[in-house]
């Protein structure tokens, strides 16, 4: 048996909030078999941008019961319930205060939409209630009402129900409340954080950065971090005070600013980020036969590499897919040490490039048919990718090779027209930690991506 419901509030500090409005509707998993919708008098001013948001003003509540006077029917229609909301861990905490208030323990175990969204039909541009209904053509009214967003919730629940056949996901997915392993301060950080992704910012009592980091779930990894037993999370829990965040929606825009935020601030817990986050290259040479050669090695020349890697075994892995893809000569590319043949062609499976069998010139095709792939100089790339919002997307700009900046549009005439798109990019440094970021994301996900040349 489901209570899927949602809260109105008055908005304010932190575990100050009022209700304002409440709607509960009782769900056997196949239809609504009973309700609960009231406004709730808070006792205290509703914040003005709230009044703007729901409509529901001061005055309209004057009338309205107290919470304590609705306490018993909210704890009659949710008994031996699983509480349902989208983002349940608000909802719940601001009940569980309101009954804390009244010296009421209420415990009930929850599900969260959001959380089960993201598993079921992954890949959404937006999982915000209004955002995600829409997209899935969910008709609601009423938006930022109790009721209106209760029913979207009810319908949305309805779909992941028939999605999830086996019902593993909404099984594992129940959360039962357990004391909590993390202190007071930091679990009330936790919760005001959005489970999106992008880059965070974790600040001592002085306001100073200690930490910058990217997820793709943000309160994710800080829960991590608030709970991790090695050294660097055992600091953090030691001398946090607030986290900041900001959105990014594509990752490889969160991995950009975070690289550049690092080495502009300098965190002291970021040691390991500061310089170089890359550790080997491919690079091209011509032997004496005339046949382009590829290596691997540590990234330090100053010769301009093909492409980076985060560490030798990434560079193997790379380097035998590509043997496979372009038809490459495993000696050739170094995979196979050997004076004569390589093991492909004894097999009869490469051309024969390791000892001259096959032209150079067809040879030489191949590669620099790669190399044109991997490696981005001289070339002017918009590279198009998720945005904060489901309208939005973000673009990284690539001008002549050179890094330029990124930033986020969501007009078809801003895109298609690079004057207005390059005025709208925050400028960012070119340097070879970004070179390997856009050329590693763009590497892992060209079939996601769109990328366009101007």
Known sequence: MYAILDIETTGGKFNEEGITEIAIYKFDGHEIIDQFISLVNPEKEIQPFVVNLTGINNKMLRNAPKFYEVAKR????TEDCIVVAHNSSFDYRILKTEFQRLGFPFKRKTLCTVELSKQLIPDMPSYSLGKLTRSLGIAISDRHRADGDAKATVKLFKMLLNKDLKKEIITQTVKTEHKSKIAANLKSIIEELPTETGVYYIHNGDGDIIYI?????????????????NSKSKKIQTLVSSVTYERTGSELVALLKESEEIKKNKPIL??????????????QFTDQNGYINLKVDKANREELPITTFTN???????MHSIADKYELCQKLIGLYKTNSSCFKYEVRECAGA?????????????????IEFHR??????????????????????????IFKGLGFFDLNHQINNTDVLLSLITPMSNNKDHQHIIQSYVRRHKKRLKITTF
């Open 74 to 77: 909210i704890v009659e229609i």
């Open 270 to 283: 970021n040691r390991a980020l500061r310089k170089t986050i890359f550790t080997h290259a491919l690079y």
């Open 312 to 318: 030798r075994q990434s560079a193997k892995s790379f």
């Open 213 to 229: 980091g990217k997820s793709n779930n943000i309160k994710k990894r800080i829960t991590q971090h608030f709970t991790g037993t």
């Open 376 to 401: 981005y100089d001289n070339k002017n790339m918009l590279i198009i990718d998720r945005g904060r919002y489901i309208d939005e997307k973000s673009v990284v700009v690539v001008e002549n090779g």
């Open 354 to 370: 390791c000892v001259q069998a096959e032209s150079t010139e067809n040879y030489n095709k191949k590669v620099n048919k790669l």
